[in-house]
């Protein structure tokens, strides 16, 4: 069982910048491999980025390709987002997940309860 916990989340002006933490509880973090994802009012979840377990692969959704990344520390069992030149389009909450059987098809087995990220223009 793996219990994942979001923070960083708030209110940033556009074309600032947050960092997103997720703290992730049991000794079989550096086993897993992470991902975030979002979800807007009224839309449907997506993808945002993910990195393997080892942390030496990482994937971006194109609309956060060059202003996003994540990375991880396994030593704090800690994963993050940091999110530059954000955006209006980038409001929503994001939600931190773990997995350790799907990476190909992009399946996860837990998730975190997600924190708001709100972006003003």
């Known amino acids: 069982q793996v219990q994942l916990v979001e923070s960083g989340g708030g209110l940033v002006q556009a074309g600032g910048s947050l960092r997103l933490s997720c703290a992730a509880s049991?000794?079989?973090?550096?086993?897993?491999?992470m991902g975030w994802f979002r979800q807007a009012p009224g839309k449907e979840r997506e993808f945002v980025a993910r990195?393997?377990?080892?942390?030496?692969?990482?994937d971006y959704a194109d609309s956060v390709k060059g202003r996003f990344t994540i990375s991880r520390d396994s030593a704090k069992n800690t994963v993050y987002l940091q999110m530059n030149s954000l955006k209006p389009e980038d409001t929503a909450v994001y939600y931190c997940?773990?997995?350790?059987?799907?990476?190909?098809?992009?399946?996860?087995?837990?998730w975190g309860q997600g924190t708001q990220v709100t972006v003003s223009s």
């Open positions: 049991g000794r079989t973090f550096s086993s897993y491999y």
């Open positions: 990195i393997s377990a080892l942390g030496s692969t990482t």
């Open positions: 997940a773990a997995g350790n059987s799907g990476w190909a098809r992009g399946s996860y087995d837990y």
